[in-house]
Nanobody, 121 residues
Framework: VQLVESGGGSVQPGGSLRLSCASS????????MGWFRQTPGKEREAVAV????????LYADSVKGRFTISQDNAKNTVYLHMNSLIPEDTAMYYC????????????????WGQGTQVTVS
C-alpha cells in the first residue's frame, strides 16, 4: 500500500489550499481514510476523515466550517480542501488509511503517507 500526498505549500492567512492523497494498493472506499497533522513537539491530531465511500465525513472541531474532505473513488484519491487558513493550521499533514482499531477520527491506522507541509504565515 502506498499513499502519496501532494498540494502542500505556503499561504497567507485567509488563503486556501487543496491537499491530495493518491492511494495504490488500497481501495479508498473500503473503509476509513483521512487526514492528520502534526507540529514539532506536539502529538499528531486528526483533521478530517471519511468513510462509506465518501458519504460520511468527520471533522476536528478546530477545522469545522473551514475544511472539507472529499473522495474520488474512481481515482482512489482523497482530498482536503482547506479554506480560511490560519497560522495555527501550520503543520505537516499526513494521509492515513486502513483503520486497525478505534474510531475513524481517533483510531489507529496501518498505512501512512510521507506527509506534505502546510505553512500559513
Amino acid at each position: 500500500v502506498q499513499l502519496v500526498e501532494s498540494g502542500g505549500g505556503s499561504v497567507q492567512p485567509g488563503g486556501s489550499l487543496r491537499l491530495s492523497c493518491a492511494s495504490s494498493g488500497y481501495t479508498a472506499n473500503s473503509g476509513c481514510m483521512g487526514w492528520f497533522r502534526q507540529t514539532p513537539g506536539k502529538e499528531r491530531e486528526a483533521v478530517a476523515v471519511v468513510y462509506g465511500g465518501g458519504g460520511f465525513p468527520l471533522y476536528a472541531d478546530s477545522v469545522k466550517g473551514r475544511f472539507t474532505i472529499s473522495q474520488d473513488n474512481a481515482k482512489n484519491t482523497v482530498y482536503l480542501h482547506m479554506n480560511s487558513l490560519i497560522p495555527e493550521d501550520t503543520a505537516m499533514y499526513y494521509c492515513a488509511a486502513g483503520l486497525v482499531r478505534g474510531s475513524c477520527l481517533r483510531g489507529e491506522y496501518m498505512h501512512w503517507g510521507q506527509g506534505t507541509q502546510v505553512t500559513v504565515s
